[in-house]
Every structure is written in C-alpha cells, then in structure tokens.
C-alpha cells in the first residue's frame, strides 16, 4: 500500500513541476509564426519544404528542420493543440526524431539549443561565414560538427511522417482549424 501511495504521490509531483517554456523562433526562421496562427503557418513552410526537398540548399534545409523542431515541442505544451489528433502528434514527433538520427543530434539535446544553432547555421550557411557556421552547431547539440552536419543538409532527409501529421492536425475538428 505505501508503494501505491508513495509512486501516486511522485507521478502528483511530477505533474504539478513546472514545465520549461516553449521554445521561440529566432529570426529569420518561421516566418510565418507571426501571423494569427503561427502553429499553421509554420507547418505550412516546413510541409512545403519536404513536400519536395531540394538537394543543395543546406539553410533552407536548417530552417525547416528548426521550423519542424519547433513543432513538435511547442504542439503538445500549447493549450490550443493539446487535444489534438494522437496521430498527428505522434507523426510529428516520429518527424522529429527522423530529422535528428539523420543530422546525428542526440535525442536529449533541448529544443531550443537545437532550434537556434540550425537557425544561426542557416544565416553563418547564406553569408558563407565558416567562423559563425563554427560557433553555430556545438558539438555538444551537433556532434558531427559543423562540416559533416552541413553535409548532411545539403541531402535533407526524408521524413515520412510529417505529411499525414500535419494533416490530420489541421483537419482534426476538435481543433476546428482551417486549411
């Protein structure tokens, strides 16, 4: 009986403790997230980015996978989206962890650390500034370092799940989004 009460005691505290903020958008990156329905707008840049995936464009490639990033942290924290489709969530998250197999970023790493070195690595990548694209990706977030995650984003890859994710979270009626 005291196990019961002391692991319903844990899974309380648990729930009550404060959860971290949710990740931002650094400039230049989400764009979209300023209009009235950032959630939308961004899923619609980053769909439209792996709809069709362009070999050698290694900053639009960090700006979608920061954009997608952003997603699947902020969907389930926000209250708006919380009781969205468990498939669209779940294909979102399953998108993200994709994303980082590929690029060979751990899956603790934090959002945010995550968001803002491909946000930093896409402008270091347009103004062809080796020293900034350096600092960008740390080797704590970005193991691979800089060269070989750049590489790595000039053939993005494949995410499987993030078509039907995003969609059955803009159809999903409880959210009563529109396409």
């Given at each position: 009986?005291?196990?019961?009460?002391?692991?319903?005691?844990?899974?309380?505290?648990?729930?009550?403790?404060?959860?971290?903020?949710?990740?931002?958008?650094?400039?230049?990156?989400?764009?979209?997230?300023?209009?009235?329905?950032?959630?939308?707008?961004?899923?619609?840049?980053?769909?439209?980015?792996?709809?069709?995936?362009?070999?050698?464009?290694?900053?639009?490639?960090?700006?979608?996978?920061?954009?997608l990033e952003w997603l699947a942290d902020n969907l389930p924290?926000?209250?708006?989206?919380?009781?969205?489709?468990?498939?669209?969530?779940?294909?979102?998250?399953?998108?993200?962890?994709?994303?980082?197999?590929?690029?060979?970023?751990?899956?603790?790493?934090?959002?945010?650390?995550?968001?803002?070195?491909?946000?930093?690595?896409?402008?270091?990548?347009?103004?062809?500034?080796?020293?900034?694209?350096?600092?960008?990706?740390?080797?704590?977030?970005?193991?691979?370092?800089?060269?070989?995650?750049?590489?790595?984003?000039?053939?993005?890859?494949q995410v499987r799940d993030l078509m039907g994710a995003y969609?059955?979270?803009?159809?999903?009626?409880?959210?009563?989004?529109?396409?």
């Open positions: 009986m005291r196990r019961h009460s002391a692991l319903a005691l844990l899974l309380l505290a648990a729930a009550c403790a404060p959860q971290a903020p949710s990740p931002t958008l650094p400039a230049g990156v989400g764009t979209a997230a300023a209009t009235s329905q950032p959630v939308l707008g961004v899923g619609r840049e980053v769909v439209g980015f792996f709809r069709n995936p362009q070999p050698n464009q290694p900053a639009a490639a960090a700006r979608a996978i920061a954009e924290n926000n209250p708006r989206w919380q009781r969205a489709s468990s498939v669209g969530l779940n294909g979102l998250q399953q998108s993200r962890w994709e994303a980082r197999r590929a690029l060979g970023i751990p899956e603790r790493a934090p959002a945010q650390a995550v968001i803002n070195g491909l946000a930093a690595a896409a402008r270091a990548i347009d103004a062809n500034d080796q020293a900034a694209l350096a600092r960008a990706l740390p080797r704590n977030v970005f193991p691979l370092g800089p060269q070989a995650t750049v590489q790595r984003l000039s053939a993005p890859p969609e059955s979270l803009i159809s999903d009626p409880v959210q009563g989004a529109v396409h």
